[in-house]
């Protein structure tokens, strides 16, 4: 069975601050893996998504992620937070059959002016 | 271009009526559509997976004759709760995928989701 961790609930970085939110997976094969952001009371907006090539993906609004296959994570950055980043963020692994896509438990960021 | 949209956006309900959802692909489209419910704080559980012309798959735990999944087009996409009750309350969401743009990359497009109140 698939399933994501992100590890930490809750995050504050104050705003220019350089971000990184955690996500581990566990996956049997080659995992489909995307990031997504939610903002209060609204859907899923895609933030950029991995399932083969470069392992660092850049994606929209300066964020990029890294899949580390070793560790079994995929990591997301930013170097210099904006106060709209504040947000729900969710990291997501899915299966090649288009089907099954897991979610984690998501981080919510807050950002310090 | 890949626009999901639901219809209501929100909805307040007496307990024991039956409310409809509707998720439309606005610009493609969608072969399958699922949806996820997400509580208060927390992450979305996929409820079914819902292909168009058949049955939807219900994940465990989830009452198919509780929550009615309809995708009589490829455009659209109904969830009825029926008989609905105050810890039905949630936020549920859809999304589809489109089998021209995503490709391998097994992406969904998602809808701004529909806030369900039971009184």
């Known amino acids: 069975a698939q399933s994501v961790t992100q590890p930490d609930i809750h995050i504050t970085v104050s705003e220019g601050a350089s971000l990184e939110l955690r996500c581990n997976y566990s996956?049997?094969?080659?995992?489909?893996l995307f990031w997504y952001v939610q903002s209060p009371g609204q859907g899923l907006q895609l933030l950029l998504k991995y399932f083969s090539g470069d392992t660092l993906v850049q994606g929209i609004k300066g964020f990029e992620a890294e899949f580390k296959r070793s560790q079994s994570s995929f990591n997301l950055r930013k170097p210099s937070v904006h106060w709209s980043d504040a947000a729900e963020y969710f990291c997501a692994v899915g299966n090649n059959a288009g089907n099954m896509l897991t979610f984690g438990g998501g981080t919510r960021l807050m950002v310090k002016p | 271009g890949a626009v999901v949209s639901q219809h209501p956006s929100w909805v307040i309900c007496k307990s024991g009526t039956s409310v409809k959802i509707e998720c439309r692909s606005l610009?493609?489209?969608?072969?399958?559509m699922f949806w996820y419910r997400q509580f208060p704080k927390q992450s979305l559980m996929l409820m079914a997976t819902s292909n168009e012309g058949s049955k939807a798959t219900y994940e465990q735990g989830v009452e198919k004759d509780k929550f009615l999944i309809n995708h009589a087009s490829l455009t659209l996409s109904t969830l009825t709760v029926t008989s609905a009750h105050p810890e039905d309350s949630s936020f549920y969401i859809c999304?589809?995928?489109?089998?021209?743009?995503?490709?391998?990359?097994?992406?969904?497009?998602f809808g701004p989701g529909t806030r369900l109140t039971v009184l």
């Open positions: 999304s589809a995928r489109d089998p021209l743009s995503s490709g391998s990359s097994n992406e969904q497009f």
């Open positions: 610009d493609f489209q969608a072969t399958t």
């Open positions: 996956y049997g094969a080659t995992p489909y």
